[in-house]
Each structure stands twice: as structure tokens, then as C-alpha cells.
């Protein structure tokens, strides 16, 4: 066996009788080749493998290295005071990632949703290696699927379907092999769009269909069936982690019941307010699958009173996470096909109020632009105006303070009280409101 | 001997302060919402005039016929709809014409049902609802309990609220009754006497039982067996004309819902839609979901005034509140015929269980360029 060592460790060699030395040598190569290879990248840990274990019951569990995971999640996209969505946070010199790990980490976090990867792969790569080497948090990836493309996304037309996929599936052959990959997410609520509430398509063959209901399946079975083709192809080149179809609540999944046998999950985005009501069961009576819940939430602007409401959304997200813990796979209460969820969102984002006006990415926004009765404390506000979009997040940003070069993050009262639970899902947490 | 008889005595007096005492500790047995006009034991003051309140006549002294005392309560409703409500109610508040700004009420905590006795002049007048509590404000009511639909009979009957489990920490609303035009399209008068919460220990707290089918949202303007209220106006209200009285060709019985919308975008919304809710105007804020656990569909007749007009959506359920409605179905796009035609909602595996919102319809001027004009009948849970 020849030893490349330094001179050091030769010294301490010479020192060590047989077995030792045997044995000595040995860790020391081990170390060598671990370091070597965490140095290089290219020779990475083996991917955890991660699936999802079908128990009885039509219950569902998660499994990481064969072990049981629930997802104790958030949804991250670290827009700092006065950029936009266009802002590279990926290139941030200062690595937000870093300071924001280390806090979820010590809440209990160990997942973060991204809702697509930035266009640099050896930086993404490092955002997901510092998460993960760093504060053990995992990556749940996901792609739009091209919903936001001007003019609209044409899932009737194969020529977007094929450019989408190849997007697709370019992202899952950068990524697999990092070990912090959790899961794939496609789409988020791109359903609505089957329904033309939202980035409505169509192709002439649903254009000369005159029932509009048949329209709306039409549209339904394409574009299910196109994420079912990407979840098949996916787990022909990656069979190491599960691909999950994002969907606005549950609507559509009648169809995607019919034709999405390959997709392992659903990541439902679900604003209900403090309950989910019989989400879980409905989701088994229609399209029998796993679900996590990939976006969900409160704001902590009480838009009713004019002032910012830290134990609104405290009460809120503890009776949601609540839920969460009573539909998971080894809880007597519920229906067991919950994975665990990501709550929306780590840090508030200024930008969202008025995207395109550059002034107003400045101004933390109280002007509410939608209605949700769900969360009642302040419907009553000016025309039942109740939800803040800029005030979703668990940590609040500074506009006056700065810690390692990004704004400074001030925990919410939802930080504390979430952290709580975590640690003892069991115990009752009596929340003021 | 004077030593025997001083004992005596002060064994007498310390007889009657503990009885004393005891009374003054016992909880209340009952406590009167009103009995009579000026009876010392009323709590309550019949000041909550509400909705077409100039509808509404009361003789707070009606010697015909009271059921206790020599008087009641005689009211005339004239379904003349005054203030353009449809709809008229007196509530009895604490302080008068309190609705919730003043601090009043009582703490009712140990009561388990309210009684009252009720008469119709003719007899089949109906109230759409009696209630107990239910008045927001800065002081809101603790609960809201409400009791209803009722016809009425011409005799003097003896009716009953199940209070038991309530909390009724802060009611300043004791009581109060509603009814509409639809209910009563003549008017009608009718007599109320001796009400009055109970603490009556035999009282269980109401378990919420599942509806019989079939369970109408619509079935005629005065029929009885309707259970919703068209108070969800949504998007463009002003766009909206609703008719629950339409005589044009019903599809069953004597009126059918006439809906014109007339797509000006009032509100700038470019849609509307109306919700039948429990109680009115509840977007989950009251606890009232009546349990359909039985249902399977939900039918209705709908047609158009010409053909063709396209509703986005029909549905149940579905709202969502601090009470939430347990599940919601819709169908839709629906492009309605100029005949009548029966659509459904297929209710198989949803969850009927607590259900606010019984049935709701929107469109939108961009399926509706020039508005839509439409009708509906026989809604209900099958």
C-alpha cells in the first residue's frame, strides 16, 4: 500500500507498531479521500435515496435513508430590501443562505422550497451544499413549467411542451447527485390556468370545442398528461427521488386521477386559514396520492386595524402545522397522507405590492390587494381587502440594520411559537387569538 | 326560663339569616327577557327595530287574548317593504338600542333554554327565525342561537330553545324575530307573551343532527322548506336584479328566482355572483352549517331568457370563514338552454357535513357581453 503523506504523518507513522499503523493509515486515507472529494465536487456522497413508503391503510410516509422525514418546511426565496423577483440572490456575494440556514436550523426547519433553481448550476450547486453540509436542511426543487412565458403558457402546443421539458429535465440531471436534494416539484398552481382563472391557453382543437365544460377537461388532460410524461422521464434518469405535481388546492385532480399514474406526490397550495377543513380525506376520495402541503400560511398585517398582528399569523400557522401533524403517516387522528409542508415564507418580500414600480420595493406595503375570508380577524377591512402579500414571512427584514451584509432578520412571534411545536407537536400552545 | 326563650329566639334568627343567605346564593332559576309592559322583572326592551322596520306596528299592551297578565305583545308586519329590505325584525336589547356600541347585557351562564309563547291572528303566519344573542359590535354577544323557521297557530303554544352548552357569558340581544315578505306576502300579525331563559337542568346540549332529504334551498317565495337566504351578493352587486317571486312560466309551483345581470360592471369587478347563506350574509362568521351528510347531489332547474346565456359556475359549499364550510362542488361553465333544464351536483365522497353556503352561481361579462338574463327553481339537496 503506497501512502502519499505528508511529512508529519509519516513521523507519527514510524511511531506506531503494526495493526496501529494498518489501521491508522486507513482513517487517514478515508479522511484524505472524503476531503479530496468535498474539494473537488465531482465526487460527491452517494445520493440519499428518498421515497415514498405505502403503508397501511392508504397511509404515506416519507422515507430518507430508509428512514421516516417528515417536512418541517419553508418556502425561500431571499428577495432583499428594494430588489425584485429578478434579483440573482444565487450570486449574492454575501450568501443569505448562510445566515438564514443557521436560524432555521435552530427553529427546527429542515427543508426549504425553491420554486425554481437560478440560472447558474455551479452556484445553485452551492446553495444546496451549504444548506445541507452546513445545517443538515434539504432542497425541494421546483420549475414553473413555463407559466409565466409571455404570452402565455401554450401546453396545447408540443413545441413548448418539448423546450419545457428539456428545461426539466436539464435541471434534474444538474442536481440529483446532490445529496441535498429532497424532491420535484412541477408547477405550482398551473391548474388554474386549465380553467382560464389565470395565464389562459388553449389550441384550436379546444377552440372549436363548443361546450365549455368539455373545454376545460380538454385543457385539464393535457396538462396533466405533460407532467405525467416529465415525471416519467424524470424517474427514468433519476430513480432517487420522488416528483410531485404542484396544484392550487385540489381542482383538477379528478383528471390527473386518470392520467398522472407517475407522479409519486401532490404539493397542494392551500390558504384556508386555520383549517384545512377535509382536505386529506378529500384528496383520498379523488386522486390517492401523498400530499404536501407546499405552500400555506398567514400574514401578520392586520389590515382591518392598519398594524402589523405577529399573533395572527401565529395562530394561524400553529393550527395549520397542527393539522399537518394529525394527517401524517404514524397519527391515529387523520388520514395519514400527509408528508409535512412548506410554510410560505422565510423572509417578507417588499417587491410584491407593486412589482413593476422600482420606488415602492423600498416601502414595506400595508395596501392589501386580495380577499380571503379564511383569515377572519381582518376581513372587515376596506372592501374585505384582508391579505398582505408583502408579510407572509416567518422572519421580518430590517431596513435600518444589517447582519453579515444582508438585511438584518427579526424572528416573528410565528418563529418562536412554530419552533414550540415542533419540539412537542402533542402539547397545547394557548395562543391569544 | 328567660335564658330558654333569648336561645330560642336566637336560634330562630339564626334560622331564618341562613335561609336568607341561601336564597340570595342559589343561582337564578329563570330571568325574564318581558312579561308584561312595565313588569319589574323585564330585562329586555323591544327596541331593535330592524330591515323594513316601517312595515312593522307594535301595541306593547294587546289586551285580546295575552296568555298570562292582561297583556302581550301584538305585532303587524305589512310585507309593504318600506325600506326596500324585504324583510322586517324587532330585537330586545340591553340597553334599548344597544346593538352592541354601549356596554349592557347580562351574564346568563347556568340558563339552558329560553321559552316563549307565540300565536298567529289566522293562524299559518310564519317567522322566518327566532334569536337569542347575535348582536356585534365593540360589545358583541357571547353567541348566537337562532330557532326557526315556525308557523304559527292561531292558539297560544309554548315554543323552546335549547341553550344548553352556550356560552352566554354576554348577551345583550335576549331575544328578537325575523321574517320576509317572501314568508308572508299579505302581512301578517301575530302575538308573543311570557319570555323568559330557564335554567333547567334536564337540558342536554343540542348534538347537530343530519338533514332529511330532500333539503330545499329554493322550492317557492313562501314556501317553508326553503333554508338559505340570497344575501351573498358578490363582484359587481349593483349589476345584479334579483326576483325570488318570478311568475314567468315557474318550473314547479307558483314563482321561480328571476336573475338579471346586466353586466355594467357597477363595481368594476367584471363578474358577479350570488351565495344563499346561513344565516344571512354569513361568510363563516356564525356557526350555523346545517349538517347534509345525506345528500348525494344537489339538483336545480335553470333556463335562460333567450338561450345560451353562460353561467361560469354553479356551487355548494365552498365558503370559508372562522366557521368554514366542509367541503365545496361546483359544475360548470353551464350554457343555459331557453327550456328548463335540470342540472346537478354530484355530492358523492364530499363532506357535507357542516355546509353554510347551500348553493351559489357567478358569470362574468366576458362570456355575458351584453348581460344574461335567467331563472332557477326547485334547488335541492337530494
Known amino acids: 500500500m503506497k501512502l502519499s503523506l505528508n511529512n508529519a504523518s509519516k513521523k507519527r507513522l514510524t511511531q506506531d507498531t503494526g495493526y496501529k499503523k494498518r489501521l491508522k493509515a486507513l482513517c487517514i486515507l478515508c479522511s484524505l479521500f472524503c476531503a479530496c472529494a468535498v474539494l473537488s465536487g465531482a465526487a460527491r456522497p452517494l445520493t440519499h435515496k428518498v421515497y415514498i413508503k405505502t403503508l397501511n391503510a392508504g397511509r404515506y410516509q416519507l422515507m430518507v435513508n430508509n428512514r421516516p422525514y417528515i417536512v418541517r418546511g419553508v418556502c425561500y426565496n431571499p428577495i432583499p430590501i428594494g430588489k425584485n423577483h429578478e434579483y440573482d440572490w444565487w450570486s449574492d456575494a454575501h450568501k443569505p443562505w448562510m445566515v438564514d440556514g443557521k436560524r432555521m436550523k435552530e427553529m427546527g426547519i429542515n427543508t426549504v422550497r425553491i420554486y425554481q433553481a437560478g440560472e447558474d448550476p455551479e452556484k445553485v450547486k452551492a446553495v444546496i451544499r451549504d444548506l445541507y453540509d452546513n445545517y443538515g436542511i434539504r432542497v425541494i426543487l421546483g420549475h414553473w413549467l413555463g407559466f409565466w412565458e409571455y404570452p402565455c403558457p401554450f401546453y396545447g402546443h408540443k413545441d413548448f411542451r418539448d423546450r419545457v421539458k428539456q428545461q426539466v429535465l436539464d435541471m434534474v440531471n444538474l442536481y440529483k447527485d446532490e445529496p441535498g436534494i429532497l424532491m420535484w416539484i412541477l408547477g405550482n398552481e398551473n391548474n388554474y390556468s386549465c380553467l382560464n382563472m389565470v395565464r389562459p391557453w388553449s389550441n384550436d382543437e379546444i377552440d372549436n370545442e363548443p361546450d365549455p365544460q368539455k373545454q376545460k377537461k380538454m385543457r385539464a388532460t393535457i396538462y396533466y398528461s405533460f407532467v405525467n410524461e416529465l415525471a416519467g422521464q424524470i424517474h427514468a434518469i433519476d430513480p432517487n427521488h420522488p416528483v410531485a405535481l404542484g396544484n392550487g388546492e385540489l381542482i383538477g385532480l379528478d383528471v390527473a386521477n386518470e392520467v398522472c399514474p407517475d407522479v409519486d406526490l401532490v404539493a397542494c397550495i392551500i390558504y384556508r386559514g386555520k383549517t384545512f377543513g377535509n382536505l386529506f380525506n378529500s384528496l383520498k376520495a379523488t386522486f390517492d396520492k401523498p400530499i404536501l402541503l407546499s405552500e400555506f400560511g398567514a400574514d401578520c398585517y392586520d389590515a382591518y386595524l392598519g398594524q402589523e398582528d405577529q399573533n395572527m399569523q401565529a395562530f394561524f400557522l400553529q393550527s395549520q402545522w397542527r393539522q399537518i401533524y394529525d394527517n401524517v403517516a404514524n397519527s391515529k387522528k387523520g388520514a395519514g397522507n400527509c408528508i409535512g409542508g412548506t410554510m410560505f415564507e422565510w423572509t417578507d418580500e417588499w417587491w410584491k405590492h407593486s412589482e413593476s414600480d422600482p420606488e415602492s420595493w423600498l416601502v414595506h406595503d400595508t395596501e392589501s390587494n386580495w380577499t380571503n375570508g379564511s383569515y377572519y380577524f381582518d376581513i372587515k377591512a376596506k372592501g374585505n381587502k384582508n391579505m398582505n402579500e408583502e408579510w407572509f414571512g416567518i422572519v421580518a427584514l430590517s431596513n435600518t440594520e444589517k447582519e453579515e451584509g444582508i438585511d438584518a432578520r427579526i424572528p416573528r412571534k410565528a418563529y418562536y411559537v412554530i419552533r414550540e411545536f415542533w419540539k412537542n407537536p402533542q402539547k397545547e400552545i394557548k395562543l391569544k387569538r | ?382
Open chain 2, 1 to 382: 326560663m328567660k335564658r330558654i326563650i333569648v336561645m330560642s329566639l336566637l336560634m330562630m334568627l339564626s334560622v331564618s339569616w341562613v335561609s336568607a343567605q341561601e336564597t340570595a346564593s342559589s343561582p337564578a332559576k329563570e330571568f325574564v327577557v318581558f312579561t308584561d309592559k312595565n313588569a319589574r322583572d323585564n330585562h329586555f326592551i323591544p327596541s331593535g327595530w330592524m330591515g323594513d322596520y316601517g312595515d312593522l306596528k307594535l301595541n306593547d299592551q294587546a289586551m285580546d287574548n295575552p296568555h298570562t297578565g292582561t297583556t302581550s305583545l301584538e305585532f303587524t308586519y305589512t310585507a309593504k317593504k318600506s325600506q326596500g329590505s324585504g324583510w322586517a325584525g324587532v330585537y330586545w336589547q340591553n340597553p334599548a338600542n344597544n346593538w352592541g356600541s354601549k356596554k349592557g347585557g347580562f351574564d346568563l351562564t347556568g340558563m339552558t333554554k329560553l321559552t316563549f309563547w307565540a300565536r298567529g291572528a289566522k293562524g299559518g303566519e310564519t317567522i322566518q327565525k327566532f334569536v337569542i344573542g347575535g348582536i356585534k359590535g365593540t360589545y358583541s354577544d357571547s353567541s348566537t342561537i337562532e330557532f326557526g323557521p315556525v308557523e304559527l297557530t292561531d292558539t297560544w303554544k309554548q315554543y323552546t330553545v335549547n341553550l344548553a352548552g352556550k356560552d352566554l357569558s354576554y348577551i345583550s340581544g335576549g331575544f328578537g324575530w325575523v321574517t320576509t315578505a317572501d314568508l308572508n306576502p299579505e302581512g301578517c300579525t301575530f302575538y308573543v307573551d311570557d319570555i323568559k331563559f330557564e335554567a333547567d337542568p334536564t337540558m342536554k346540549p343540542q348534538v347537530r343532527q343530519p338533514e332529511s332529504m330532500p333539503f330545499y334551498v329554493y322550492s317557492d317565495r313562501s314556501s317553508i322548506k326553503n333554508h338559505f337566504i340570497p344575501s351573498g351578493w358578490m363582484g359587481d352587486y349593483g349589476d345584479i336584479k334579483y326576483e325570488g317571486s318570478s311568475k314567468e312560466d315557474p318550473y314547479l309551483g307558483d314563482t321561480c328566482i328571476k336573475v338579471t345581470y346586466s353586466g355594467k360592471i357597477s363595481q368594476g369587478a367584471r363578474w358577479a355572483g350570488i351565495y344563499w347563506q346561513n344565516p344571512a350574509n354569513n361568510w363563516g362568521s356564525v356557526d350555523a352549517g346545517y349538517d347534509l351528510s345525506k345528500a348525494t347531489k344537489l339538483t336545480f332547474w335553470a333556463r335562460g331568457a333567450k338561450g345560451g346565456e353562460r353561467i361560469e359556475e354553479f356551487k355548494v359549499g365552498g365558503i370559508m370563514g372562522e366557521f368554514s364550510d366542509s367541503d365545496v362542488a361546483s359544475v360548470g361553465p353551464v350554457i343555459l338552454n331557453k327550456e328548463w333544464t335540470q342540472y346537478s351536483i354530484d355530492l358523492k365522497g364530499k363532506d357535507m357535513s357542516y355546509i353554510i353556503g347551500g348553493f351559489c352561481w357567478a358569470t362574468n361579462i366576458d362570456v355575458n357581453p351584453e348581460g344574461a338574463t335567467f331563472y332557477l327553481d326547485e334547488i335541492k339537496f337530494e
